[in-house]
């Protein structure tokens, strides 16, 4: 007589009591997301004629994107690497490293918001002293590892870092001439940036 009164206090308590957790999780995540982040940069070209110095200098990316799943993220991204300098000589040197690639972040857990990512695409580096310039490009791939911190509503802090290596159809030019030697592009870089994903 009591039983079926019972059942439904019991289901309305129940359902009383996850009414505000539906209201606690996450919104949708949006289907674009924007990234870009800033900090250091070591970046070399490695060749038998070629100063091997690894240098640091300002470094940093924006990219944007699409989602594929929950977990599944491709877009495009812009890396960048700057370095001033001045030669034994004392004549100024400024460096450029780009680096254009298609990405694919993936997040392995649904419990820690970490993610590794892959990607490849062309890298091109300039060297600038004085009147002379040296070029280089080539196509590579790229890793790298991030930790999205949660800010507000979809937004996040990123501690991040990135290694690119590029050597595939490697070219390098003095002043526009063609030199006969097999380039490799590096850069490693590290630093924060702001995600909305």
């Known amino acids: ?43 070399r070209v490695t060749c038998r004629i070629c100063d091997t110095n690894r240098g640091h200098g300002l470094s940093g990316y924006v990219e944007a994107g699409g989602r594929i799943s929950r977990r599944v993220l491709v877009g495009g991204e812009v890396q960048g690497w700057l370095k001033n300098d001045t030669t034994d000589q004392g004549n100024p040197a400024d460096e450029r490293l780009l680096a254009y690639s298609a990405v694919i972040y993936w997040y392995p857990s649904p419990r820690y918001p970490y993610y590794l990512k892959g990607g490849f695409g062309l890298v091109t580096y300039r060297l600038d002293v004085g009147t002379d310039r040296i070029t280089s490009s080539a196509l590579g791939p790229q ?19 990135n290694v690119l290596v590029a050597s595939t159809g490697a070219k390098l030019k003095s002043n526009g001439t063609e030199v006969p030697v097999n380039p490799s592009l590096t850069l490693i870089q590290f630093g924060i940036g702001v995600a909305r994903r």
Request: charged fraction near 5%.
């Open 143 to 161: 890793i790298g590892i991030g930790w999205e911190v949660r800010a507000v509503s979809h937004f996040s802090l990123v501690p991040y870092v």
């Open 1 to 43: 007589m009591y039983s079926i009164p019972r059942t439904l206090l019991l289901v309305a308590g129940l359902s009383a009591a996850a009414a505000p957790l539906v209201g606690q999780q996450p919104a949708s995540r949006p289907a674009l997301w924007l990234s870009a982040g800033v900090g250091l940069g070591w970046a």
